[in-house]
């Protein structure tokens, strides 16, 4: 039987040249070293990884089983993710996410554990693992570890400052409860970020600003420098527009996002919901509450104006427990659609079913809503469905393995 290390690099290419899409070539390149190690297949790689289809976005899934149902290892060990590009399910062997709460940026998986308050960066297709500095260095947070089980649902966003961890100037920067704070690979503890009013609705990290934002309950956006902060004290947000929501009919925010949306301008998303009594028909149907419409509003970064804007072009949005992100529509995807799931999960966690049905496909040019799969597989009691973004550059792996 022959060993698969010492293939020759000219087969390697050869077996190389048969990938159809780009997010393989992680796979192929995690085989073992000598796969990796082969500067012609990694040449390859570079040249043509931009040329292949994607199948991300993909909508990662809860657990199948029950934490105390121990009959069924290898489905705990198992995830399930929809694949947009062509509409079917396909199940993952990742076993470093069982049972983990998990949030998602740049095709990463953010995962905390109750052992040590760990935190780890997870490539969901490689299980690639980064350790990053254990939770309880937020001065606040400690909570012991029948505190865990509540606080674990408490780490709603992530973002990095780049979609490659091997660069020296990356950084993760998450939400945790009330709590905003960010640290590089190389640091022991994360460092708090301070200065906002409200609670927090969501962040963002600009590429070509090179800046942080975030987004209060208040409708208040601030930025700061993250590459150039001091890590050995807090870090303060500097304030820069209020939403105006009077002029534009908005009298509250009841839930909104924060994206990237152009060179000099973010766009905030505002999410409503329809919520039912328990002895109303839609309450059987939906559950607590269903989406009702979203609307959009760009701000300028040149020049802090607020407009309101009814069509995403070419573009589709990605919302839920990941980082807010947008994508040039292609195989699978709808141009001028908002692709969101269940992140509103506080009504759920007292039903014996769970939750979390609340995910859906938003039409901008009607405003109607349809179904992304027929299943309820989205529904969840622990870790709730999130979208796994492209990291755009596949190769960008390669710094880590």
Not at 131 to 158: A, G, I, K, S
Not at 203 to 213: A, D, E, G, S, W
Not at 368 to 388: H, K, Y
Request: with cysteine; charged share 20%; hydrophobic share 35%.
């Amino acid at each position: 039987m022959p060993i698969w290390s010492n293939l020759l690099p000219e087969i390697l290419n050869e077996v190389a040249g048969k990938l159809n899409f780009y997010e393989d070539f992680t796979n192929f390149l995690c085989v073992c070293q000598s796969w990796r190690s082969s500067a012609t297949t990694t040449a390859h790689l570079i040249r043509h990884q931009h040329l292949l289809p994607s199948r991300f976005p993909m909508l990662m899934l809860t657990e199948t089983e029950t934490e105390e149902d121990d009959d069924a290892d290898h489905e705990h060990d198992c995830r399930s993710f929809f694949l947009l590009s062509s509409g079917m399910m396909r199940k993952v062997k990742l076993p470093e996410a069982r049972w983990q709460p998990c949030v998602s940026a740049h095709g990463w998986l953010l995962t905390t554990g109750e052992e040590e308050f760990s935190a780890k960066l997870l490539h969901p297709l490689s299980r690639t693992q980064i350790d990053l500095p254990q939770l309880y260095t937020f001065n606040e947070l400690y909570f012991d570890q029948y505190e865990w089980v509540h606080y674990r649902h408490f780490m709603r966003r992530v973002v990095f400052t780049s979609s490659n961890p091997g660069l020296s100037s990356f950084r993760v920067i998450i939400i945790w409860g009330e709590t905003l704070g960010f640290c590089g690979l190389r640091d022991t503890c994360w460092t708090r970020i301070h200065g906002w009013e409200g609670n927090l609705f969501d962040i963002t990290y600009h590429n070509i600003r090179k800046r942080l934002y975030v987004m209060s309950t208040t409708g208040t956006i601030y930025e700061c420098d993250i590459l150039n902060a001091n890590v050995s004290r807090a870090l303060t947000l500097r304030r820069l527009s209020t939403f105006p929501g009077e002029e534009f009919g908005c009298l509250y925010l009841p839930s909104a996002y924060l994206l990237e949306w152009g060179h000099d301008s973010l766009l905030m998303i505002t999410r409503e919901r329809k919520h039912y009594k328990k002895d109303d028909e839609e309450y059987i149907r939906c559950g607590p509450y269903s989406t009702k419409c979203f609307q959009c509003f760009e701000f300028s970064l040149d020049d802090g104006k607020w407009s309101k804007i009814t069509s995403l072009g070419e573009r589709a949005v990605f919302l839920g427990f990941n980082s807010s992100f947008a994508a040039n529509a292609s195989r699978g995807m709808k141009p001028d659609c908002i692709y969101f799931t269940d992140d509103y999960y506080e009504p759920y966690l007292d039903l014996p079913n769970g939750g979390g049905g609340d995910v859906g496909v938003y039409n901008m040019f009607d405003g109607s809503i349809e179904a992304m799969f027929d299943s309820q597989e989205s529904v969840f009691r622990g870790n709730p469905p999130l979208w796994v973004q492209t990291s755009n550059d596949q190769g960008n792996l390669l710094a880590c393995l």
